[in-house]
């Protein structure tokens, strides 16, 4: 097994994710949604600091597939200490050639879907998840209100 040495960059860089939660899923990186949500936790799993977060999970993975990107591969360029600029042009660079409005869709896409259109094991997991996790009487209209209910953006 290899390890990725970390630029002292990084240290400031990375979020404590112990301490406040990544971007918003639907922040852009790079043109993407999801792709400033995997930054973050990807600098703070080569900082130590990702707490209860995962990187390379279901939704990161959902941008790595539709970006043709491996997890591996953006997770060294990250290393470097690049900036979020740096990280967003890389990313440009290194997807499969899609074109803004097949990106848009996909976006919109990722923005409007709702639990009941993901993976049975999503479905499963979310539904206790969201029970426990967010508050009472706030409807989940979309995958995304979730990340964002738990972590206080609305």
């Given at each position: 097994?290899?390890?990725?040495?970390?630029?002292?960059?990084?240290?400031?860089?990375?979020?404590?994710l112990?301490?406040?939660?990544?971007?918003?899923?639907?922040?852009?990186?790079?043109?993407?949604?999801?792709?400033?949500?995997?930054?973050?936790?990807?600098?703070?799993?080569?900082?130590?600091?990702?707490?209860?977060?995962?990187?390379?999970?279901?939704?990161?993975?959902?941008?790595?597939?539709?970006?043709?990107?491996?997890?591996?591969?953006?997770?060294?360029?990250?290393?470097?200490g690049?900036?979020?600029?740096?990280?967003?042009?890389?990313?440009?660079?290194?997807?499969?050639?899609?074109?803004?409005?097949?990106?848009?869709?996909?976006?919109?896409?990722?923005?409007?879907?709702?639990?009941?259109?993901?993976?049975?094991?999503?479905?499963?997991?979310?539904?206790?998840?969201?029970?426990?996790?967010?508050?009472?009487?706030?409807?989940?209209?979309?995958?995304?209100?979730?990340?964002?209910?738990?972590?206080g953006?609305?």
């Open positions: 097994m290899s390890t990725i040495a970390v630029s002292e960059p990084i240290k400031h860089l990375a979020r404590d112990s301490q406040e939660p990544p971007r918003s899923p639907r922040e852009t990186l790079g043109g993407y949604v999801i792709a400033a949500r995997v930054l973050d936790k990807c600098r703070a799993f080569l900082n130590g600091t990702l707490g209860e977060y995962d990187f390379d999970c279901f939704m990161d993975n959902m941008f790595f597939g539709f970006a043709g990107i491996q997890a591996g591969d953006f997770k060294a360029f990250v290393a470097t690049a900036s979020d600029e740096q990280v967003g042009e890389w990313i440009k660079a290194h997807a499969q050639q899609k074109d803004r409005a097949e990106v848009v869709k996909w976006n919109n896409q990722c923005r409007y879907t709702t639990p009941k259109d993901m993976p049975e094991r999503f479905q499963v997991f979310m539904e206790d998840y969201i029970a426990e996790n967010l508050p009472k009487g706030r409807p989940v209209y979309h995958v995304f209100d979730i990340f964002d209910l738990e972590e953006r609305i």
